[in-house]
């Protein structure tokens, strides 16, 4: 059963360029979240998907940042016009649908994006 | 609104010596914790977790976490550390009313083991 997939797992834009991240969830998970974690940070909720529909995106900055997770294929986190305060490595996690281990979230292994 | 506070940001420590990561959550309604262990340059891996019943939780590596709501602590213990366990290990806690929410993290505490 293959864990939260993310890709790519490095991304480099230039200021100004889109940058566009990937999550796969895990197997029969329908549930995903966003964090963004800043060197020596903690992680940070950025937002919460369901399939066709974001539940929370209280902790989205409220310009050039999006989400989607659309019914087939993977959660999409796009940034617009990167700056290089975006620069961070950005966390997928998934969790289950039914059953105690719902209040579970699964990471994937993350993608660093750096602006130059 | 949840807060999670790490009161040591490094915490050094001889390979088989006890250790002791504090951590310290607020919240004016009832939560969950965990804690989440990050190797370098991964994701996070879900080390234990309290939702209810017993207030000690165990994993299968050793660790211990103690819930104690009067102090609102949730102090990761291991009585004897290996060189493997050197990593960054993060508390989190979330709200127990509803089935899906967001995870606050507290700011991470670096472990490193030395021989």
């Known amino acids: ?59 989205m900055p409220k310009e050039r940042f999006s989400a989607e997770f659309p019914k087939e294929g993977p959660s999409i986190l796009r940034i617009q016009q990167v700056v290089r305060g975006d620069s961070a490595a950005y966390f997928c996690a998934s969790s289950p649908d039914q059953g105690l281990r719902r209040y579970e979230q699964y990471f994937g292994p993350g993608t660093r994006l750096t602006v130059t | 609104a949840q807060s999670v506070t790490q009161l040591d940001s490094q915490v050094p420590v001889f390979e088989e010596a006890p250790v002791e990561l504090r951590c310290n959550y607020s919240s004016s309604v009832s939560v969950y914790l965990f804690w989440y262990v990050q190797y370098p340059n991964q994701g996070l891996q879900l080390l234990l977790k309290y939702l209810s019943g017993s207030t000690l ?3 299968i590596n050793g660790f211990e976490a103690e819930f104690n709501k009067s102090q609102t602590s949730f102090h990761l213990r291991k009585p004897s550390v290996h060189i493997s366990d050197t990593a960054e290990y993060f508390c989190a806690v979330r709200s127990s009313s509803g089935g899906y929410n967001k995870l606050i ?10 021989p």
């Open chain 1, 1 to 59: 059963n293959a864990g939260v997939m993310q890709n790519p797992r490095h991304l480099v834009r230039r200021r100004g360029q889109e940058a566009r991240l990937r999550c796969s969830p895990m197997k029969g998970h329908s549930h995903v979240y966003w964090y963004r974690q800043l060197p020596e940070e903690g992680l940070k909720f950025m937002v919460y998907l369901q399939k066709e529909n974001i539940i929370d995106e209280s902790g």
């Open chain 2, 57 to 59: 939780v165990e994993s």
């Open chain 2, 105 to 114: 993290f507290g700011a991470g505490t670096r472990l490193a083991v030395h």
